[in-house]
């Protein structure tokens, strides 16, 4: 593409996400999360009235004299998004591949985040880390992330959520609010989501197609694992193969969905070529409700 053809193409974006922003998602986004987050500032002495629950039992012990830990709630959020780029995010059977609403997702929750005064980051991942943008303020700084989200080209085929987890683990030493943008098709990543999940925020939004659910009665199909490069030949007019390549699929989906409730936390399920306000707009709302 020529410059001037990026360009445009970035402003596109930028404009349908901005009117999202500010149109449906204006005032949720601090809703849900300003204050979520707390600091540690100072201790001081026990005084009548402090809630028993804030003593620091060490400094207590040491002293002699009770003591109650002090926090500040946190007014600037830092906002990590972490998203997949593998080669299965090139699938889409609607009007969109998984890749382009990744692409959108991101440019929204970017400009929600400097909307809101806070920092946002960037981290494009396959089987390895593609791309690290650590977060930053302002308008500029948005571009360039939809820049990386419409035109990195990933080395990697496959999909380390692990891998990018630890990266996380690794880089924000501060409690982030982590977006997983990922079709979430890779095993062996429980741990090292659960050590993230005790310092950050952290929220999959699970990007899917139905096609990965459901596959249509349409004779011999030749399907390629676009990570892996497998090629398999499927009769669809067999219902058996049918209800066990859904079965699959759905079994898969569920062992996940129980991982996120072990951990206490809440995905966002979107699809290509429907519309993703609405989820997030109940996510934004749900979050509101729990604080």
Known sequence: MLPSEIIRKIRRIQIHTSHIVDQLLAGEWSSAFKGSGIEFEEVRPYQFGDDVRS???????????PFVKLFREERELSVMLLVDLSASQSLGTHWQTKRELVTELGA???????????????????????????????????????????????????TSL?????????????RTVVFLISDFQDTGYDRALRIARRKHDIIPLVVADEREFKMPRVGLVRLRDAETGKLVVLDT???????????????????????FRSLQIDPVHIYTGEDFV?????????????R
């Open 55 to 65: 003593i620091d039992w060490n400094v207590t012990a040491r002293t002699g004299r």
């Open 108 to 158: 929204t929750l970017a400009f929600s985040a400097i909307k809101g005064n806070d920092k946002v980051g960037l981290t494009l991942f396959s089987d390895s880390i593609e791309k690290f943008v650590p977060p930053r303020k302002g308008t500029r700084h948005v571009l360039r992330i939809i820049r990386e989200l419409l035109y990195c080209e990933p080395v990697g085929q496959g």
């Open 162 to 174: 692990r891998g990018a987890l630890e990266h996380l683990n690794r880089t924000a030493r501060r």
């Open 237 to 259: 007019f067999s219902r058996a193969n049918r209800r066990a390549y859904e079965q699959t699929a759905r079994r898969q989906a569920a062992e996940r969905d129980a991982l």
């Open 278 to 290: 609405e989820p997030l707009q109940r996510f934004f709302h749900k979050r509101e409700m729990q």
